[in-house]
C-alpha cells in the first residue's frame, strides 16, 4: 500500500495541520473511516467559524454563539486527537514525521 492511498484501516495515522473549516471538513468526511486523527491546531481553542467571526468583531454578531465548529466532546467520540495551542515546525513526508514547536514528534501515514 502506497503512502498515497487512505484505506480507512484503523493502522493508517492522518495529520491533519490547521483548525479552520477545512480541517475540520476533512476529520469529518475521514471520522467514520477507522483512520487514526490527529488534528493539530495553532490556536489554544477548538476550531471555529473564522468567517463569521468577522461579523462577531465588527458588531453584526452580538454573542460568539454558533462559531465553534464541533463540541470539544465531538473529537472525543470520533476517536480524533485534538492538539490545541500546537504548530508544525517540520513535516518529513518520505518519514511519516512532523515536528511540533514544543519539540514532539507526530508520526503519520498521510498529511494534509
Known sequence: MSRNSLTGSPSQRVLVVGGGIAGQALCEQLAGRGCAITLVCGEPHLPYDRVNLG??????????????????????????????????????????????????????????
Open 55 to 112: 461579523k462577531l468583531l465588527s458588531g453584526i454578531e452580538p454573542a460568539v454563539t454558533g462559531l465553534q465548529l464541533r463540541p470539544e466532546t465531538w473529537y472525543a467520540d470520533q476517536g480524533i486527537e485534538l492538539r490545541l495551542d500546537t504548530r508544525i515546525s517540520s513535516l518529513d513526508p518520505d518519514a511519516g514525521l512532523a515536528s511540533t514547536d514544543a519539540g514532539q514528534t507526530l508520526g503519520f501515514d498521510h498529511a494534509v
